[in-house]
């Protein structure tokens, strides 16, 4: 069964420092993965997703995430974090064949971010 | 386009009652979930729907737990009897767009 893991409970960074959310996955096939933002409240939001082709994929707010497959891996990245970024991430993988279609999710990563 | 908008956002209630919680899905979406979000579990998938019709209900707790999509506009999850361990909340989904959420308290 695929599984996701994301190490890191929590993390603090400086406003204008880089980030990086760590994820791991375990899938047999060729995995779908995503990464969304949830604000406290609210439903979770598409970050971004990745199926097939460039590793390297863009998504909203400027992040972008890095898929590693030797590695087993689909870390989160942005250069400079903004206050707003405060928020828990969720990393997911998805299991699609046949009649299915689920989605596993990760723990979450709790952001703060410091002035 | 609205998204996908449940209701109630909000709702205390005291244990024993029945609770039901509703989701409108976007149009055009085969796809419908549940999901309940607790701090101790994280995100769960409790049932999800393809074509109205449910595939996989492995995730609903008990039998106090149902949920039905009459249709493609509309969907419910419905608890009874509520105790306050179903305290938590209650998302819907289609495929990477989720619904605000229902914060449900029991009593």
Not at chain 1, 24 to 48: D, H, I
Not at chain 1, 72 to 81: A, G, H, T
Not at chain 2, 80 to 88: I, K, L, N
């Given at each position: 069964?695929?599984?996701?893991?994301?190490?890191?409970?929590?993390?603090?960074?400086?406003?204008?420092?880089?980030?990086?959310?760590?994820?791991?996955?375990?899938?047999?096939?060729t995995?779908?993965?995503?990464?969304?933002?949830?604000?406290?409240?609210?439903?979770?939001?598409?970050?971004?997703?990745?199926?097939?082709?460039?590793?390297?994929?863009?998504?909203?707010?400027?992040?972008e995430?890095?898929?590693?497959?030797?590695?087993?891996?689909?870390?989160?990245?942005?250069?400079?974090v903004?206050?707003?970024?405060?928020?828990?991430?969720?990393?997911?993988?998805?299991?699609?064949?046949?009649?299915?279609?689920?989605?596993?999710f990760?723990?979450?990563?709790?952001?703060?971010?410091?002035? | 386009?609205?998204?996908?908008?449940?209701?109630?956002?909000?709702?205390?209630?005291?244990?024993?009652?029945?609770?039901?919680?509703?989701?409108?899905?976007?149009?055009?979406?085969?796809?419908?979930?549940?999901?309940?979000?607790?701090?101790?579990?994280?995100?769960?998938?409790?049932?999800?729907?393809?074509?109205?019709?449910?595939?996989?209900?492995?995730?609903?707790?008990?039998?106090?737990?149902?949920?039905?999509?009459?249709?493609?506009?509309?969907?419910?999850?419905?608890?009874?009897?509520?105790?306050?361990?179903?305290?938590?909340v209650?998302?819907?989904?289609?495929?990477?767009?989720?619904?605000?959420?229902?914060?449900?308290?029991?009593?």
């Amino acid at each position: 069964a695929q599984s996701v893991t994301q190490p890191d409970i929590h993390i603090t960074v400086s406003e204008g420092a880089s980030l990086e959310l760590r994820c791991n996955y375990s899938y047999g096939a060729t995995p779908y993965l995503f990464w969304y933002v949830q604000s406290p409240g609210q439903g979770l939001q598409l970050l971004l997703k990745y199926f097939s082709g460039d590793t390297l994929v863009q998504g909203i707010k400027g992040f972008e995430a890095e898929f590693k497959r030797s590695q087993s891996s689909f870390n989160l990245r942005k250069p400079s974090v903004h206050w707003s970024d405060a928020a828990e991430y969720f990393c997911a993988v998805l299991n699609s064949g046949g009649s299915n279609y689920k989605l596993t999710f990760g723990k979450g990563t709790l952001l703060t971010v410091n002035p | 386009d609205a998204g996908v908008i449940q209701s109630p956002r909000h709702e205390v209630t005291e244990m024993g009652q029945e609770v039901t919680l509703r989701c409108k899905p976007i149009s055009g979406h085969d796809y419908l979930f549940w999901y309940r979000q607790t701090m101790m579990r994280g995100l769960e998938l409790l049932i999800y729907f393809n074509n109205n019709v449910p595939i996989d209900d492995s995730g609903m707790p008990e039998d106090r737990f149902s949920a039905k999509m009459p249709n493609a506009s509309f969907s419910t999850l419905k608890i009874q009897p509520s105790e306050p361990r179903d305290s938590a909340v209650y998302f819907c989904e289609q495929p990477q767009h989720f619904g605000d959420g229902t914060r449900l308290s029991i009593l």
